[in-house]
């Protein structure tokens, strides 16, 4: 500018302007190579959940048709998940490599078990099936709306009942006391 010729400014920039450049564009391969390798990693993530599903196929083929306690199956979010019902899932671990049977209660996250082997989570799985399908007959034969509804019905039938044929008899007494009135002040010609 005040007095520098444009060609020193250029060797002063040129220096600076490809070794940022090329910074970037090495930042940048690194960040993609990184993300290559998440995905990766997610991808083995999701095809061991997988394998795991496919090992629990013949343990929900045993339950009953009626029961909809259970809604099998991955999701593939950011953190892939076998989702077993509502509350309870597989993910694994941050090695990528244990599986980890998880309980969402409402105290927090439970662990129900940890295991590098398939075998011993199905296992850990079937004991957990078997524990919901038992509070779930529990649940039902011990159910005050299903059992004190049926007695609460039949109660209020019977109440009702003799509430008309009270109604029935006072009104037939009142019917027959009207008529002797009648009678009585109305003279017979």
């Avoid at 250029?10 to 302007?17: F, Q």
């Avoid at 809604?71 to 090695?95: F, N, T, Y």
């Avoid at 998880?102 to 079937?126: F, I, N, P």
Wanted: glycine letters at 6%.
């Amino acid at each position: 500018m005040w007095g520098r010729s444009k060609q020193a400014e250029d060797e002063k920039s040129d220096p600076d302007g490809p070794a940022l450049k090329d910074a970037v564009r090495e930042a940048r391969i690194e960040a993609a190579e990184r993300s290559g390798v998440v995905v990766d990693l997610r991808d083995a993530e999701l095809a061991r959940l997988e394998l795991l599903n496919d090992e629990l196929d013949p343990l929900f083929e045993q339950v009953p048709d009626g029961v909809e306690l259970f809604d099998r199956g991955v999701s593939r979010g950011d953190v892939p998940r076998l989702w077993i019902d509502v509350v309870a899932h597989v993910e694994m671990g941050r090695d990528k490599r244990i599986y980890r049977f998880v309980q969402d209660t409402r105290y927090g996250r439970k662990v129900l078990a940890e295991s590098y082997e398939v075998s011993d989570l199905v296992a850990a799985v079937t004991r957990y099936v078997a524990r919901r399908l038992v509070e779930r007959e529990r649940a039902l034969a011990d159910d005050p709306v299903k059992n004190g509804a049926r007695g609460d019905v039949n109660f209020e039938r019977r109440r009702r009942r003799w509430r008309a044929l009270r109604a029935f008899v006072f009104g037939l007494i009142v019917g027959i006391a009207a008529l002797f009135a009648l009678a009585l002040f109305n003279p017979a010609p």
